[in-house]
């Protein structure tokens, strides 16, 4: 109902938190973060005016290549990724910036994420939903570690969706917003 949705980005994130204290009984301790809605279409589908961020847990990250079992999912969609490990903090009180942030990575690997809400009317529920819904995030496959990478390499990546050998997306690494540094910045 109405009534229970969330008022504002606050109550949003405070929704979120308590599921992920639910989601983790079994997915495991959370083991980082996602974000959402980094380039302007996916803003544009949801209505929003900004990405938004979700936790990954230790039992929903795989190696690829990976199997999962779809008939545990409500809704399933998936979404090609770079992923990056962080080796050194970043304080949450400085506003980071694409280049700043590039020295606080230890590795970067291409990965696929496994979307899924937990609303049925989904995407129509919003974007303050998405984010109590842990941001639709489900399960993410890890690559190899790229190696000897920089930032205009990762950035100019060609990124290649395929199903069952058909292309269905193609696009840049850089597409999203500031490049995938400037998505870790935000």
């Not at 109405?2 to 599921?19: I, M, R, T, V, W």
């Not at 009984?25 to 990405?51: E, W």
């Not at 590039?102 to 998405?130: N, Q, T, Y």
Request: hydrophobic residues 45%; charged residues 20%; negative net charge.
């Amino acid at each position: 109902p109405k009534s229970a949705l969330p008022a504002d980005k606050a109550q949003a994130y405070a929704a979120q938190a308590e599921l992920v204290s639910l989601l983790s009984i079994h997915s495991g301790r959370p083991a980082g973060y996602k974000v959402g809605c980094t380039n302007a279409t996916a803003r544009q589908m949801l209505a929003l005016d900004s990405p938004f961020s979700g936790r990954c847990f230790e039992k929903e990250l795989s190696a690829s290549p990976a199997t999962i079992d779809a008939g545990t999912l409500h809704m399933i969609g998936i979404e090609p990724e770079i992923a990056v490990r962080i080796g050194k903090d970043l304080a949450p009180s400085k506003n980071w910036q694409r280049a700043d942030v590039i020295d606080h990575i230890e590795a970067v690997m291409p990965s696929v994420e496994v979307v899924e809400s937990r609303f049925s009317s989904w995407p129509l529920m919003g974007f303050l939903s998405a984010i109590a819904d842990n941001g639709v995030h489900r399960h993410l496959v890890l690559g190899n570690p790229v190696e000897n990478w920089s930032a205009d390499s990762i950035e100019q990546t060609a990124v290649t969706l395929t199903a069952n050998g058909i292309t269905v997306r193609e696009g840049v690494a850089s597409n999203v917003d500031g490049g995938p540094f400037g998505v870790v910045a935000w």
